[in-house]
């Protein structure tokens, strides 16, 4: 007699053993109840909880088959956004990461990362499929997932999963006020830039910050992201043709090995690993654009559309960072286009400016996301029945961007900026969280041996993650406070300068 049979013989007749079924049975959770009655020789007998206990209507459902999409993308159109969403300021900082790194080394790390990135995503998508077709639902968001997952787990993991969707929250939220201070300063340095060596303007990053600030504010109460589509595009065209002229700069003379270190400090590792992690994870736009496919099996595979778009995007991330580094070596700014000869040539200036515009349109998208999250999360739910919803809103979205702002223009650091979110924010999002994710979702549906194998593999990725997120923070917060106490005697605002021997541009230091 299979499982599905024996649960309706149950349900229709007597229960002939009672200690099977737990007193405390509840059909609303969906986590597996070991029977705490066993004899001590029974290697343990496990109940999936279910709403029908019917184990072969669980088998049955498929959530892809379930989803409705109004309008879902194909293959190639999310093959697209996933390339279009890593083409932005990481990419732009792999020299500045290679010149911390070595050549050799960084090219090396770089894929190691790029490969653990896409398998710690899989292993996220898995474990989504896995609770979407428990839980009989088509989809789940990260922080639905992670909730899903620990409510499965150990008993130790059950008391946390009220609290995980808060903590991935947490670090989403960070994660996005992080990449828009980063846009904020790229801008800023871009424009300043410009007006500094083409026009030969005194004014620095922080007052170009303190220019651009109204226009961030008024593209942040845009409420619907359609207004911003057509400049989206727009934005996406100029950032392909950008990028083009760069790669003209970059071979315009031959990149050599002179000079250049087939292997960096040991100190400054952690920094080339933040820089790496920021560049190529994409872990928060993942669940959602393979939620929003036509054929999403085909996302994941051998040869699916994550492979070949982690693949395409490791080879631009290798191939910009070791050719932007053996081009201008230790002084590969964090920003290569502030390594541009803007000063002798339009065309170099007009690559900045233009790629200044492409990511002050971005910061309205990546200010949406810490926007939908503190809002629709936490505080437009207590506001449902208030006069004045609308207003707290626009006070929200204005606050986001005075806080980006404000953490932007004490601290005008592009390369420090991208490695400490990169270190503090996507170890553990891109990859701690998905390795522990996994384990928690097979926590009681595998055997003891495959249990073992699974914590061991998922333990080594969550320490790994978890160093990268305390070393690598630690290193971005020093490099920060040594930066700032070297200056701090100053006590002035300084233009930004490139020394010819320096792999970072001091841009301003703001000191009382």
């Known amino acids: ?62 959530p892809y088959d379930n989803r409705v999409v109004e309008h879902p993308t194909t293959n190639t159109e999310t093959l697209l956004h996933l390339l279009k969403g890593s083409l932005g300021t990481g990419i732009l900082a792999m020299p500045h990461a290679f010149a911390n790194s070595g050549y050799v080394v960084g090219t090396i790390g ?9 398998y710690c995503i899989h292993v996220l998508i898995d474990s989504c499929y896995v609770l979407c ?112 002229i760069i790669l003209y700069y970059i071979f315009r003379e031959t990149p050599t090995l002179e000079g250049k270190l087939p292997a960096g400090k040991l100190g400054n590792f952690p920094l080339f690993f933040g820089t790496v992690l920021f560049a190529l994870e994409a872990i928060g736009v993942i669940l959602p654009l393979e939620n929003e496919m036509k054929t999403p099996k085909a996302f994941v595979g051998k040869f699916g559309v994550l492979n070949r778009a982690m693949i395409s995007i490791i080879i631009l991330y290798v191939g910009m960072g070791l050719f932007g580094y053996l081009q201008y070596g230790n002084a590969a700014a964090g920003s290569i286009t502030l390594n541009l000869p803007s000063q002798t040539e339009i065309l170099a200036s007009v690559v900045q400016c ?35 919803r609308l207003f707290w809103e626009y006070v929200l ?15 005008p650091e592009l390369d420090l900026f991208i490695s400490l979110f990169g270190a503090l924010c996507l170890s553990a999002l891109g990859l701690a969280f998905p390795a522990f994710i996994q384990s928690c979702t097979y926590w009681y549906y595998v055997s ?24 690598g923070t630690w290193t971005s917060l020093e490099g920060i406070i040594t930066k700032f106490s070297g200056n701090g005697s100053h006590g002035q605002v300084m233009n930004a300068t490139q020394a010819p021997d320096s792999s970072i541009f001091n841009v301003t230091s703001l000191m009382p």
């Open 448 to 471: 003891d041996s495959e249990r073992i194998r699974m914590i061991i593999k998922n333990a080594i990725v969550v320490v790994f993650g978890a160093l990268g997120l305390v070393v």
């Open 133 to 244: 077709k428990r839980r009989k639902v088509p989809s789940m968001t990260y922080t639905a997932v992670a909730e899903a997952a620990l409510s499965e787990g150990p008993d130790w993991c059950k008391a946390c999963a009220p609290y995980a969707a808060h903590i991935v929250n947490a670090f989403l939220l960070i994660y996005q006020i992080g990449t828009c201070c980063v846009y904020v300063v790229f801008v800023s340095e871009n424009i300043q830039f410009v007006l500094t060596k083409h026009f030969e303007l005194n004014v620095s990053v922080v007052e170009v910050m303190l220019y651009i600030l109204l226009p961030l504010v008024l593209i942040n109460w845009v409420r619907d992201l359609k207004y911003l589509a057509p400049f989206s595009a727009i934005a996406n065209a100029v950032t392909i043709v950008s990028f083009g």
């Open 397 to 411: 979205r204005t606050l986001i961007v005075l806080v980006t702002f404000g953490i932007a223009a004490a601290v």
């Open 354 to 388: 233009l790629l200044a515009f492409a990511i002050f349109i971005t910061h309205g998208l990546a200010c949406y996301v810490a926007i939908d999250i503190l809002w629709n999360e936490y505080i437009g739910v207590r506001l449902l029945n208030s006069s004045h």
């Open 1 to 62: 007699m299979n499982e599905a049979e024996e649960w309706a013989r149950r349900q229709s007749g007597p229960m002939v053993n009672p200690s099977f079924e737990p007193d405390d049975f509840l059909p609303q959770s969906l986590s597996p109840v070991k029977d705490e009655k066993k004899r001590p020789g029974d290697k343990g007998i496990f109940l999936v909880n279910m709403k029908e206990k019917n184990l072969q209507e669980v088998e049955e459902y498929e």
């Open 110 to 118: 770089t894929i190691v990362i790029g490969v653990l990135c896409t």
